[in-house]
């Protein structure tokens, strides 16, 4: 019961933005169960919202050696492999985000890698399906804004984030500060002060 309770922590800290602490939670879930999978996943994408990419590598094949075929971890794995420059890895990320079962992480990550390659068309249907399986995270709305920006779509832009501000924890400013952006380059000077004021009470360090 303690490493669930230590993986549901992790999950939550990873939810509001703290990586670091989420982190450190994982890593006491596992000194008591060092096989557990869920919190072999939850370290792995702790290490890689902190861009310790070769450390989360190796949680997500201490995982994969114990359960082959999990779909997020390939896909993860896919992800890390490809930034590294293994362009075969983009096959893999395409593979485990089509299979029957693929879920949030797989169509997010494959998403991901399809606006990396200029697939703006192809990238827009795999978030949208990320969206539907996971409706309550706001990565989706982060880069379907992303892509109404590159298409002109300023109104569609500022929808997207302001959508993601409804759903981002409480020490995560991305989005605040992307709509300050915006807004500013659409002249709206008073809309963009408040937006980057939201930002900066988020992440006063920044």
């Given at each position: 019961m303690a490493v669930l309770a230590s993986d549901s922590e992790g999950n939550r800290l990873l939810a509001a933005g703290m990586p670091a602490e989420a982190l450190k939670s994982f890593q006491a879930a596992l000194a008591t169960a060092p096989q557990d999978p869920r919190c072999l996943l939850g370290l792995a994408k702790a290490h890689m919202a902190l861009e310790g990419r070769e450390p989360a590598l190796a949680a997500l094949e201490a995982l994969l050696k114990l359960k082959p075929d999990h779909l997020e971890a390939r896909s993860?794995?896919?992800?890390?492999?490809?930034?590294?420059?293994?362009?075969?890895?983009?096959?893999?990320?395409?593979?485990?985000?089509?299979?029957?079962?693929?879920?949030?992480?797989?169509?997010?990550?494959?998403?991901?890698?399809l606006i990396s390659a200029g697939k703006h068309a192809e990238a827009g249907k795999e978030l949208m399906v990320a969206q539907r399986i996971e409706p309550r995270d706001p990565r989706p709305h982060l880069l379907m804004a992303a892509l109404a920006q590159n298409r002109g779509d300023v109104a569609g832009a500022i929808s997207a984030l302001q959508a993601a501000t409804q759903l981002v924890g409480p020490q995560i400013s991305a989005p605040w500060a992307a709509l300050g952006h915006i807004y500013r380059a659409a002249g709206r000077g008073r809309e963009s002060a408040q937006a980057f004021l939201e930002a900066l009470q988020r992440r006063p360090d920044d």
């Amino acid at each position: 019961m303690a490493v669930l309770a230590s993986d549901s922590e992790g999950n939550r800290l990873l939810a509001a933005g703290m990586p670091a602490e989420a982190l450190k939670s994982f890593q006491a879930a596992l000194a008591t169960a060092p096989q557990d999978p869920r919190c072999l996943l939850g370290l792995a994408k702790a290490h890689m919202a902190l861009e310790g990419r070769e450390p989360a590598l190796a949680a997500l094949e201490a995982l994969l050696k114990l359960k082959p075929d999990h779909l997020e971890a390939r896909s993860h794995r896919a992800l890390i492999r490809l930034a590294a420059g293994d362009k075969a890895a983009a096959a893999e990320l395409e593979a485990v985000a089509r299979d029957r079962h693929s879920g949030f992480a797989e169509h997010f990550n494959y998403g991901q890698y399809l606006i990396s390659a200029g697939k703006h068309a192809e990238a827009g249907k795999e978030l949208m399906v990320a969206q539907r399986i996971e409706p309550r995270d706001p990565r989706p709305h982060l880069l379907m804004a992303a892509l109404a920006q590159n298409r002109g779509d300023v109104a569609g832009a500022i929808s997207a984030l302001q959508a993601a501000t409804q759903l981002v924890g409480p020490q995560i400013s991305a989005p605040w500060a992307a709509l300050g952006h915006i807004y500013r380059a659409a002249g709206r000077g008073r809309e963009s002060a408040q937006a980057f004021l939201e930002a900066l009470q988020r992440r006063p360090d920044d």
